[in-house]
């Protein structure tokens, strides 16, 4: 017998799901229904992750096993920190694009609603599995339903991105069935902590052939992620998808930083075995050249969109460079810096848009060629200034003010969490007093900076254009539509404020990542991580 | 405990009041100034009232815990330097508020500049008492981009945008790398704590990173404070009103540079890397500053070129390595703040009265602001070092050190001379200013009419020549205790003599001033010819434009080099991207091979049996076939998959999987049909022999595609033969067969798995399923066919018309036509229902027997297709009318219900009812819940199907109707009645 | 047999790749069903290949590896079919889509000028 409490576990696939069942039904002839039903859900899911944070806040992991079969061949659902923390960010993500969406983008075309509702069952369904394959059809779900959200409106620029988009997440979706399928030939398993617990007593003749298949799903993985140089894809679909959906999208690449995060860990963290840091120089390697492209990507981007699809690169190299280094508290640090870097995309994204309204077409080009031959050095200083300001609009304020958070969001510069995120990772990436720096670390911290000053770079000189030098007309801005950006960033200076209890839950998450056998003995049982005693 | 509340108010109530300050209407700026003003004033009050403990040598103290984890407090600390720096900032602050309340117009939206500055003087307030460095760090960024705003509030002027630019930029980078500095440096000592950093000194110095962090923290420290070669952009920043230039350029911004190389002195210098980067920054600077400022013909620009030097003088001061250098740095940074203060606001009204700051325009002023003429004098004579003023005493102590600064380096003797130098210079800029602006004839042609500005806009002008005047007489008096507190903070017990007197007899420092004041003097008048002449820059320097190569440098780096690297680094073409995935895949697959090697199988491969061998030649020619003709002859293409997918087929239905051939067959039927509707929207393309189209591959790509092509797959059989040929000890399956029966209830394993013990796969599934179909309807709603594909194929064109036409047009009328393709008509329409039959009959035994929802949705999918096809669109759905999303909806209602009714019973989620009843189970149809969950499966399976191939369908209905490169009507986009149930 | 599977997983998959090279979306799509089947095919094979083993239990039987192929596998190619199916359904509806709206049916929504 299970106490409904631990139904909570299953809740949030199962309210997103119903609700997206329920919407196709009413259809678009009822949009009050729909918007009712999508509110509902939205809201649910925000508390679902309030009680689900708190009761993820223990050494134990809960364990939900689908159909009350034993984890050892049954699916079974993990809640442990990590998980809650990816719920709690998809929900209030899902909260902000939902609510933003109500303005106009809903209605750009049909079935925006169940299509929103299976993104958010999806994604949830991928944080919470603990079993391979589930894994699987959960990024499927997800992408599904992303691949509706991304085409939202249709139009050319979005169905050339995501023709693009399509194609390449098929080819990673093979390449994880590959993976997946290698896994159970060579293990007999699906269930990963039953994997972690094989891990070591995998037969030496046939380790190499599961290290391939895994290898084979990392690459799947890392596609997800867009890595460089697998994630050319990422910019321009971000950059076409309509606001709302962008911003639910910026928080799907973290699914793949997740995917690595839970599996590389568990598999080859320090209780790997022989297997133990596999790749490991791989995932360090591919997040700094990811870093290092997303940042001139970011410094090249023509139009704020594709600036922020830039962004989402570097924050993906940031997170899996991080988790690279294999070290705990780095990725205790790397945990805040998710937090905080998609609730700044999400805010960016939904931002953009509004932005956008208020100019001319091309103007971002013409602001760099202004610049290119020098703005203003013509003019000599004598010229009397004149000494009357310009009043800015109320919204615009806003607008620029919330730009300019957002900026210092992502390039990790003070007062808010971005700033916290970035010294979380380096601090302990230079360890305690006395302690021998590797290089890897001078190099990652360097990354961090170079990467934080070209965003400051890229951002300002794009910003000043967009907010001083052709003031924009004043953009008509629901509050709906303002509101959702205000809720994620004030979510980061909360997360500014409190950074000590949020760096303590997520250093537990970490520490809990890297020395897996509770998480193992929690899904199988005791015996299950000591291999000797298994039946 | 009052001391906290004292810290934290200081650095709160700025921000607090810029907060308050937003608020207020755009043009309410006594409101504006008056709560700046007061919030100035309280915390002048504030510092003012930790004076007693600071000059009894005791430290205020303020601690929260922030990160723990990571050693982070937010703690505050104020000693008496920092209470010195305190004062500086509030009560300059308090001023520059006083001043600007006049200054700006009153159409100005002053509360945005007010806010802007609460804001930056809460930021620089945090700076100073800051008692750990990364929350120093964090304040000094938080400075940057508050003077970015307050240089930008002008915004809609070029220079200001620029001059904010270049400001922001070049300040914000150094914050990072006094970031990155801070950071080793805590990891050298072990906390980020003020205390223990500075209790550290010697450990720092030792340390193998000593020269990283230091260098980190100089770079942070000197573009602060405009130090050669990063002063460029404080010139510019004159773009900002002038109280904020009054402010930035005395007791604040660029004080902060110089501010934290005395903070960190006592643990920082005294090495000779300290000596040369700090020492020869400033010695240039100084230098350099002080004889550009003499050509400027800007009164601002004069005077921020002016503080560029004084910057450069403290700054070689504390390069210095003497105890007595700091004290003299520490004296003339008070100093420099009261004359350089005054004297910008002096140039600010200046500008206010007159309309210009261009010196060559002005001279006179005298005559028509006299009052103003004397403060400015006074001020001037200061920064000139002019004895009984304050800027002699810190001078002559200067003067002092350039001659006893004993230096492991040769070159420090020159010292005396370019402190000589630089004095001369800024004697001859000081007399520029007031000789240029207040003497000679009246000015002619000014914008304005020039009088005397408002008292209360004079009053802290006279204020701070004041404290000048007042320094330079009675220094020990005034300034002595607050220094005294300010260097025994810094140096602790170990401060070395000096004094305060003006009159230290007749020594070699005095004789220096002499000498610059008598060459300055000169320097002027030689100069005059030129100066007149009014070319613009000064000689020599003129040549080397810090801002342009600055732009130049920024423009090529961040855009130009950006953009080639992004084309080189990057792709936007889907081709390459595949490429990558597919050899980064292969690679990262046989580097795990690679790396150890893999023993042989556990199993013995079975024999090999001659018809699947043929099955397969078959196959494998079909697949390459495939790929060879899939460019010119789609048809053939569809064909030979098929064939492929046949063989796979059989495959399955060999090794013993009917449940897969049963699928597979079906999917393939749908998914051709599906294609075949696809295939006339595509472009003709004909191979013409000989012809080299616009995009045919060179042969190396050709080779390397095919190169790629064969490794994936050799890899991929390669890995499938290593994985045939092993069985792992222990297999999920056998849970699945022992208990398939017994507690699954249903004989077929497979569909036991799929409906219960893995049932959450196939709920996912069916709502992949679910959303593609819905992404697809939507999309196809906006359906707009190329115009090249438009008119009715030839096919149809050549046949004959009416009836021809109703093959694919599919109109209703077209079946009355009678004999055309009646007889397949007629079986189809005898075949329809006994596919349903067969559908049912799969769905029902799916769980013993091969079979289950899914084949069986196909299969009515595939009856309704064949409707379709032989019928016409019309004429199907005149008699059958299909409501595809009731479909969908309805079936993943009842699946997940199904899966849901477990949660009443106390069960998790997806439990069978089967699997808890214990009731013995016979005949029947055993298992009633997953039954159900089965019929959801059908039900959506038929939906979805339905859904994109009855919308592909209604594309080929619309072609002829929507007219090319215009979106369709709605009435025609919509495919109604068929999806009735979705449309809006 | 093993060998004889493989090698047509291994052909499959070859051509898939090739075509999924080709600029033209139809080459894609058809090549991305030559490659779910090779991989379909090469889920399957990994429970290891049995012929004329029984696929069906008998009613109160509890079945072992013995005497059964491993069900396992099949229900994975089964989902991995249905997903395989539906997107490439879709992957066909955007083709459409962006022919039409591109008016070219590469990939890249626009030919290489070159």
Known sequence: MTAWTDHLVAAPILVPMFAGALMILAGDRWRGAVVALGLASTVTLVGLAVVLLGMADAPEVRVYRKGDWPAAFGIVLVHDRLSALMLALVAVLGLAAFVASLARWDRAGTHFHPLFQFQLMGLNGAFLTGDLFNLFVFFEVMLAASYGLALHGSGTARVRAGLHYLIVNLVASLLFLIGVSVVYGISGTLSMADLAARMRDVAEADRALLETGLAVMGIAFLIKAAVWPLGFWLPGTYAAAAAPAAAILSILSKVGVYAVLRVWLLLFGDEGGASAGFGGTVLLAAGLLTIAFGSIAVLAAQSLPRMAGASVLVSSGTLLAAVGTGQAAVTGGALLYLASSVLALGALFLLIELVERGREVGADVLAVTREAFGSGEEEDDLREPEAVGVAIPAMVAVLGLSFIACTLLLAGLPPLSGFLAKFAIMAPLLGPAGALVPTASWVLIAALVLSGLATVVAMVRTGIDIFWASPLAVPRVSLLEIAPVGLLLALCAGLTVAAGPVMDYTLAAASALHAPSPYVEGVLGPIASRPELRP | MPETVLLLALVALPFAGALAVTLLPTHARNAAAGLAGGIALVCLMLVWAAYPTVSAGGVLRAEFAWIPALGLNFSLRMDGFAWLFAGLVTGIGALVVLYARYYMAAEDPVPRFFAFLLAFMGAMTGVVISGNLIQLAFFWELTSLFSFLLIGYWQHTAAARDGARMALTITATGGLALFAGVLV?????????????????????????????????????????????????????????????????????????????????????????????????????????????????????????????????????????????????????????????????????????????????????????????????????????????????????????????????????????????????????????????????????????????????????????????????????????????????????????????????????????????????????????????????????????????????????????????????????????????????????????????????????????????????????????????????????????????????????????????????????????????????????????????????????????????????????????????????????????????????????????????????????????????????????????????????????????????????????????????????????????????????????????????????????????????IGGTDWTEDRLRLRPHLWIGTGLLVASGTALAALAFGRPFLTTYFAYAELPVIGKVPTASTLVFDIGIFALVVGATLLMLVALAHQSVRGHRATPRRPAAPAASAPAPLVAAGDG | MELVVSLAIGVMAGSGVWLLLRPRTFQVIIGLSLLSYAVNLFIFSTGGLRTGAAAILEKGQEGSLAQFTDPLPQALVLTAIVIGFATTALLLVVLLAARGLTGTDHVDGRERDR
């Open chain 2, 185 to 869: 440096l805590g990891h050298i000592v072990g906390s980020y704590e003020l205390d223990a950093v500075l209790a550290a000194g010697d450990r720092i110095r030792e340390h193998a990173l000593y020269p990283v962090a230091l260098a980190l923290i100089l770079l942070g420290a000197l573009t602060k404070s405009a130090q050669f070669p990063f002063h460029f952009w404080l010139p510019h920043a004159m773009a900002a009103p002038t109280p904020v230039s009054a402010y930035l350029h005395s007791a604040t911004l660029v004080k902060a540079g110089v501010f934290l190389l005395a903070r960190l002195w006592p643990v920082l210098s005294g090495t000779d890397a300290w000596f040369l980067i700090v020492g020869s920054a400033g010695l240039v600077t100084l230098l350099v500053g002080a004889y550009v400022a003499i050509f400027q013909n800007d009164l601002k620009g004069l005077l921020a070129y002016s503080t560029i030097s004084h910057l450069g003088l403290i700054t070689l001061l504390l390069g210095l390595n003497s105890e007595l250098a700091l004290v003299a740095a520490v004296f003339h940074i008070l100093n420099h703040a009261a004359f350089k203060c005054s004297l910008f606001m002096a140039a600010g009204i200046i500008d206010h009265e007159t309309g210009t700051r261009d010196i060559r325009r002005l001279s006179g002023l005298n005559r028509s602001m006299p009052f103003t003429a004397r403060l400015a004098l006074v001020a001037a004579a200061a920064m000139a070092g002019v004895p009984l003023l304050n800027g002699f005493l810190s001078k002559e102590m200067f003067f002092a050190e350039a001659l006893s600064a004993d230096t492991p380096f040769g070159l420090m003797n020159v010292l005396p001379f370019a402190a000589m130098l630089f004095s001369a210079f800024s004697v001859a800029y000081s007399l520029r200013f007031i000789h240029g602006a207040f003497s000679g004839p009246v000015p002619a042609d000014l914008p304005r009419e020039p009088h005397e500005p408002a008292g209360w806009m004079r009053l802290p002008v006279e204020i701070l020549v004041l404290i000048c005047i007042g320094v330079g007489v009675l220094p020990a008096a005034t300034i002595g205790p607050f220094l005294d507190i300010a260097v025994r903070s810094i140096l602790g017990d170990d401060v070395p003599y000096y004094s305060l007197a003006v009159w230290h007899g007749f020594n070699l420092p005095l004789l220096m001033s002499i000498i610059a004041l008598a060459g300055g003097v000169l320097l002027y008048l030689l100069l005059q010819r030129r100066l007149r002449s009014g070319i613009e820059g000064e000689p020599l320097l003129r040549r080397i434009e810090g801002q342009r190569i600055f732009e130049r440098t920024m423009v090529f780096l961040s855009w130009r080099l950006a953009r080639r690297a992004e084309g080189l680094a990057g792709t936007r073409r889907l081709q390459p991207q595949l490429r990558l995935i597919v050899l980064l895949a292969v690679l990262a697959a046989g580097a795990a091979v690679w790396l150890r090697g893999f023993g042989p199988g556990n199993l013995p491969a079975s024999p090999v049996d001659p018809v699947l061998a043929l099955v397969w030649l078959v196959g494998g020619t079909c697949a390459i076939g495939a790929a060879w003709t899939a460019k010119f002859h789609r048809l053939a293409a569809l064909i030979l998959l098929g064939g492929a997918g046949l063989a796979v087929v059989i495959t399955f239905v060999w090794f013993s999987a009917p449940d897969l051939a049963l699928t597979q067959l079906t999917v393939e039927v749908v998914t051709t049909v599906l294609l075949l509707l696809g295939l006339r929207w595509l472009p003709k393309r004909v191979q013409v022999p000989g012809d080299r189209g616009p995009e045919v591959l060179t042969r190396t790509r050709r080779l390397r595609d095919l190169g790629l092509a064969v490794a994936a797959g050799g890899g991929l059989a390669a890995l499938s033969y290593a994985v045939m040929t092993r069985v792992p000890p222990e297999l999920l399956a056998q849970h699945f067969l022992q208990r398939g029966y017994t507690e699954g209830g249903g004989t077929n394993v497979v569909n036991v798995i799929l409906v219960d013990f893995r049932g959450f796969d196939t709920l996912g599934e069916i709502f992949v399923v679910a959303a593609v179909a819905l992404t697809a309807y939507a999309l196809l709603r906006r359906f707009r066919p190329a115009p090249d594909s438009v008119e009715v194929p030839e096919q149809q064109a050549h046949a004959d018309g009416a009836t021809a036409g109703a093959a694919v047009t599919g109109r209703g009328e077209a079946r009355e036509g009678g004999d055309w393709l009646l007889v397949p008509f007629t079986l189809t329409r005898l075949v329809f229902p006994a596919m349903l039959i067969v559908a049912v009959f799969l769905l029902l035994r799916g769980h013993d027997l091969p079979g289950g929802g899914f084949s069986a949705g196909m299969v009515v999918a595939i009856a309704i297709i064949l409707q379709y096809i």
